[in-house]
């Protein structure tokens, strides 16, 4: 995620990054937010829903412990929380494989791998354009 909406989601909702950025060897959250900015609606509407729950649950005090990509899914690790906090994150990871991770859109929207080998969530408009970069890149290093 671009440093710009990561900082945008730990100015809103310090509380739940307050590992951010914190010891390697204690949390994964000292690497940030993993996930590409498409995403990041999807995150900030969570923590609105985390942060409602927290108020109606007064033993709540949750934290997140690592938000990352996986499988082409978005996958996040929390601590703290109660069986409704950690339904709303297993929602949200379930709606990321209708949502491009790379740009947001909800437009034709596919789990595929890439050339790399990784799957992606992606878009139709965002599977050409890395299509589009892999054939370059293959082109000019065959002029090399």
């Not at 498409?38 to 985390?50: H, N, S, T």
């Not at 601590?79 to 906090?85: D, F, P, V, Y």
């Amino acid at each position: 995620m671009t440093e710009h909406w990561e900082k945008k989601l730990i100015e809103e909702f310090p509380d739940f990054f307050r590992m951010h950025g914190g010891d390697p060897h204690v949390t994964c959250m000292a690497f940030g937010v993993c996930v590409e900015q498409g995403w990041f609606p999807l995150l900030f509407m969570l923590c609105e829903k985390i942060r409602e729950e927290a108020r109606r649950d007064p033993s709540v005090d949750f934290r997140f412990e690592q938000i990352k990509e996986k499988f082409g899914l978005l996958r996040i690790y929390g601590a703290g929380g109660n069986q409704a906090i950690y339904d709303l994150i297993s929602g949200a990871e379930g709606d990321s494989s209708k949502v491009c991770e790379r740009c947001g859109s909800t437009d034709e929207v596919e789990q595929l791998p890439t050339q790399t080998g990784w799957l992606k969530t992606h878009c139709k408009s965002c599977r050409e354009e890395e299509k589009k970069y892999w054939q370059e890149r293959t082109k000019a290093q065959g002029a090399q």
